[in-house]
């Protein structure tokens, strides 16, 4: 069972930066394609960025994330890292991470509970 557990959320003005992670355990990390979504009060979740499994990984971004949001892996602590800068408040939601694999011909995902992040003046 693969279990994965964020943190790094919180309380920031606009134009500040967070670092959240998320950690991922019970199973191959480097073989999961990890993501990052968001889900802001009345509204659908959406993906933010996502990073592909090794090796020669690649990163793609939501529009609204690109310029200002890095995602990054660590496969040998089996961690996936989304910083955030130049923080606006429409970034604020609960941000969710994801693995993603295809297990015996169908693609499984597997989510964490979620971070909040505020970004607010």
């Known amino acids: 069972q693969v279990q994965l557990v964020e943190s790094g959320g919180g309380l920031v003005q606009p134009g500040g930066s967070l670092r959240l992670s998320c950690a991922v355990s019970g199973n191959v990390f480097s073989s999961y394609a990890m993501s990052w979504y968001r889900q802001a009060p009345g509204k659908e979740r959406e993906g933010v960025a996502t990073?592909?499994?090794?090796?020669?990984?690649?990163?793609n971004y939501h529009d609204s994330a690109k310029g200002r949001f890095t995602i990054s892996r660590d496969n040998a602590a089996s961690t996936v890292d989304l910083q955030m800068n130049n923080l606006k408040p429409e970034d604020t939601a609960v941000y969710y991470c994801k693995a993603g694999r295809f297990e015996s011909g169908r693609y499984v995902d597997y989510w964490g509970q979620g971070t909040q992040v505020t970004v607010s003046s």
């Open positions: 990073i592909s499994s090794g090796p020669g990984t690649s990163t």
